[in-house]
């Protein structure tokens, strides 16, 4: 029988909190999941403290329940992509361990799903977090990410989401990219909503994110707006600085050499520096014009061989109605 629902927690350090997060957990998926099976993963990012000792007492007592412990602390986003490719279910929760997030807005995942969704985010609409260090970079940030993905919603970077399983094995995940997989996953054509929900103040622990976050951030924005606009066409992105920079070396080149040769200076004399400046955009725009061609030379050898791997495709599939087909041309033989 398919698993209807998995769970996916990333756990760093949170032994304080485990035990009433599996507890509330598992009496809030008995009834939203009703007599369908589910299971909760819980991936343990490298703690220091007690907390895998916990989850491997729950775990041996509970077979709903599966561990995964990784040999060094790798981040959130390896954490996911553990838990995403360990999850058996039709759906996929992500949620914080810190108890934060509220088990009871599950079942609203859920519903949205069931719905035809592919992606239902959390948004934390009434925030209980710092106002300078935490909020206000927060809402630049989901501005910002807004204009470049094009998806209305208001909390990219919560940890409480719900995924249709199907969708993510499309998109690849690597390098803190678990909070734009909204932005990755609209580029592939799927439905996404927001739901608000509860933000409940922390009351172990501390926060791991701070005002440092801002500048990964920056480039992190850098790096999706490159992904989603340039990704399927490399030569277009390097391609465009290449020839502006190749034709105003080559017309500054042609008209020095015009100048030179009807006498009216001397090129080395009256306009080395200039020249220099030729020679520099004329090499600078074929070399960028070069990596274009290598980048879409990289993207053909890499689709070529990954042609069978969906993370490689460009498009993206809904779903395949192949035994209806089927059944149709069985019936037109006959």
């Not at 734009?180 to 927001?194: K, T, V």
């Not at 791997?309 to 192949?322: F, K, Q, T």
Request: charged share 25%; glycine share 8%.
């Amino acid at each position: 029988m398919q698993v209807s629902c998995s769970v996916v927690i990333p756990i760093l350090n949170e032994a304080d909190a485990v035990r009433e997060l599996y507890a509330r957990l598992k009496a809030e998926m008995e009834k939203a999941a009703a007599e369908n099976p589910f299971e909760i993963i819980f991936v343990d990012d490298g703690s220091t403290d007690a907390s895998f000792a916990i989850l491997r007492e729950i775990a041996e007592i509970d077979s709903c329940v599966t561990v995964i412990r990784f040999r060094k602390r790798y981040g959130k986003t390896a954490a996911l992509a553990a838990g995403f490719e360990q999850a058996k279910g039709k759906y996929i929760i992500t949620m914080d361990g810190d108890l934060q997030h509220d088990p009871t807005d599950i079942p609203r995942f859920l519903e949205k799903l069931e719905e035809g969704h592919d992606i239902v985010c959390g948004w934390r609409e009434r925030r209980v977090d710092n106002v300078m260090f935490r909020r206000i970079p927060s809402r630049i940030a989901n501005k910002a990410m807004r204009r470049l993905s094009k998806v209305e919603i208001d909390d990219f970077g919560g940890g409480f989401k719900g995924y249709r399983a199907t969708l993510l094995r499309e998109i690849p995940l690597y390098g803190g990219m678990q909070r734009f997989i909204p932005a990755l996953a609209s580029s592939r054509g799927a439905r996404i909503c927001q739901i608000p929900i509860k933000n409940i103040p922390r009351r172990y622990g501390k926060s791991r994110y701070g005002i440092s976050r801002v500048v990964p951030v920056f480039f992190d924005l850098f790096r999706i707006h490159f992904l989603l606009t340039y990704l399927q066409q490399p030569l277009r992105f390097f391609g465009g600085p290449g020839v502006a920079m190749l034709l105003a070396g080559l017309m500054g080149a042609v008209a020095l050499a015009a100048n030179h040769f009807s006498g009216a200076s001397h090129i080395m004399e009256q306009h080395g520096p200039l020249m220099v400046v030729c020679a520099v955009l004329i090499v600078a725009g074929i070399q960028f014009i070069m990596m274009g061609l290598l980048g879409e030379m990289i993207l053909w050898f890499s689709n070529s061989k990954g042609g069978n791997d969906s993370a490689h495709r460009e498009y993206a599939v809904a779903e395949i109605c192949w035994k209806e087909f089927e059944a149709q041309f069985a019936e037109s033989s006959e």
